[in-house]
């Protein structure tokens, strides 16, 4: 189970608090993983193999999927799926593509360092937030003007800070920090490169200087989450024939820049399929998205959620006895 810090709303009068509190479907997704399990158990004699069911921490940045197969959860195992609540399609349908479905990404800290003194002698100082900002900007153009308009890429700065709020005194140094994202791998990693000079050198032109911390120690690089082709078909046909209308699962489904940790275990070679299921369901008021204090879950699709995991393991285990092969999922 994950929270996220938010602010929430708590009345009607608009009364505010800090909270941690469940605003991206992971209680659904322990919710629904149970659910597979009951399902499973009551037919137990009737499975062709071993189902393992993964309940992962740590997913929100701390790289838990990583962990996982480091501890060898995935040992033996010879296909994983996973589902995600997906508040951008209707509520019980089912949305993937092989390949890229979600972007690498990576967090950033940067802290430009000048030299302090009174706002009213600017000439006296060396402005580190004059420079933070052109740098900020400077950095737009690695997405504008370095990557392909075919390609994808995102440089969001998405917080800053300078001062301890005096009014009248210029700071000795300012920060700023954010995420960038990427389909590929290899682009990201020139993205960090590039960040690197651009931070750099502008803050030098201005007389500062830039540190970039890559904070490898809690935010953790996530790769690309990539389908299996394979197991993303098999994953269409369970899903199709579960839901009885093939319109209700969106193939060739756009890609999102939002990091998965699930993609540790497609990297670690066993065919992988991720999967989206849908929750938007204006009535319910499930139309937020994740990461907002709004999202909300339209709790009917638990069941569907639930069954689709189930089937996807059964028919998996089916599929494999059919074939004389060793069966784990």
Known sequence: MLCLSLSRQESPSGARRLARCMRVGHDAHVTQLLGAARILKQHEVELKGTVRLIFQPAEEGGAGGELMVQEGALEGVESIFGLHVWP???SGTLASRAGPLMGACQQFQVTIKGLGGHAAMPHTVIDPIVASSHVIIALQALVSRETSPLGTAVVSVTKQAAGEG???VIP???SFGGTIRSLSHDHLMRLKRRMNEVAHNVAVALQCTADIDWLEDTEKYYPPTVNDKGAYQFAVQVGRSLLG????FYEDYEPTLGGEDFSFYGQAGVPAAFVFLG??????GAVHGVHTPQFTLDEEVLQTGAAYLASLAAQFLDR???TGAHQEL
Do not use: V
């Not at 209308?245 to 209700?248: C, N, V």
């Not at 929750?279 to 319910?284: F, L, P, S, V």
């Open 245 to 248: 209308d093939p319109d209700k």
């Open 166 to 168: 005096a009014y009248n």
């Open 320 to 322: 494999q006895a059919a």
């Open 88 to 90: 951008f399609i209707p």
């Open 279 to 284: 929750i938007r369901n204006e009535t319910a």
């Open 172 to 174: 000795a140094s300012a």
